[in-house]
């Protein structure tokens, strides 16, 4: 699953393709990924709608419209968001096409269909994408070890699942949780509750270090976002701890080891 910076990546390269573009037609081959409203009203509202921001927020993207109504979306595990000029083929698991006034196209792929959008009217309330349930940013100052934990110091659950709770900090997956954890040294399986204070210390100073420099690592033109089809965060390189079980620490050499938390595999 794309988590924050992989997300924020889709956001900076795509918005400067859709901004001021109008849509001309809209195309659900899959009404199951059209969450609200339903997939009829949802391709009337959409229609002729021009684009005029782009912005996300945790994991979530939404797309702006010029006369305040937006559009809100999920990709989850394998969504793929693509602007082609109309005469690319249309790959297999396209579930929506969106046409513009440019003659591209805004296509949303996705082979296990597990993403959603979401269409509100201009001063409507979202209260059904769970966004008003996330937690800070990353990079919000809000994010303090008295804020972690207070949030989270009392809990018998493992850090590197807490870590995943969206409510305490927003866009935080199995990737940078891995990455967060190691660089703060800190086992992943360690109770919340026996943390120490220079533990949580470093959490905070972590969190917000290791997505600012996964933003960066995940940094491409649009020709090479493209020719990833927008999942070249499956190949980020740099990475540390995630995924690296069996390899060589990189501080002190000895060999990565692996252990499930939470149902998630974890590496240290």
Not at 151 to 160: E, I, N, Q, T
Request: aromatic residues 8%.
């Amino acid at each position: 699953m794309p988590e924050l910076p992989e997300v924020e990546t889709v956001r900076r390269i795509l918005e400067p393709q859709l901004a001021g573009r109008r849509v001309e037609t809209v195309e659900i081959r899959n009404p199951q990924i059209i969450a609200y409203p339903d997939a009829e009203q949802f391709a009337e509202l959409l229609h002729d709608q021009t684009i005029s921001a782009m912005s996300r927020r945790g994991k979530f993207l939404t797309i702006h419209f010029s006369g305040g109504d937006r559009l809100c979306l999920h990709l989850r595990m394998t969504g793929q968001l693509l602007v082609v000029t109309a005469d690319v083929p249309v790959e297999k698991h396209t579930h929506l096409l969106l046409s513009l006034s440019d003659g591209s196209q805004l296509r949303y792929i996705d082979v296990r269909r597990f993403g959603r959008f979401w269409y509100f009217r201009r001063g409507e309330a979202d209260n059904i994408t769970g966004r008003s349930k996330l937690g800070p940013e990353p990079s919000d100052p809000a994010v303090t070890a008295a804020y972690l934990q207070e949030k989270l110091g009392g809990r018998k659950k493992a850090v590197k699942e807490a870590l995943l709770d969206q409510t305490v900090v927003a866009g935080i997956g199995n990737i940078y949780a891995d990455e967060i954890l190691f660089t703060a040294g800190i086992y992943p399986g360690t109770k919340c509750a026996a943390l120490a204070d220079h533990d949580w210390e470093r959490l905070a100073e972590k969190i917000p270090e290791i997505i600012s420099w996964g933003i960066g690592a995940n940094q491409m033109t649009p020709e090479e976002y493209l020719a990833g089809k927008g999942q070249d965060y499956r190949n980020i390189s740099g990475l540390r701890a995630y995924g690296r079980a069996g390899q060589a620490c990189t501080i002190c050499g000895c060999t990565m080891e692996k252990v499930t938390v939470g149902g998630r595999t974890s590496c240290f």
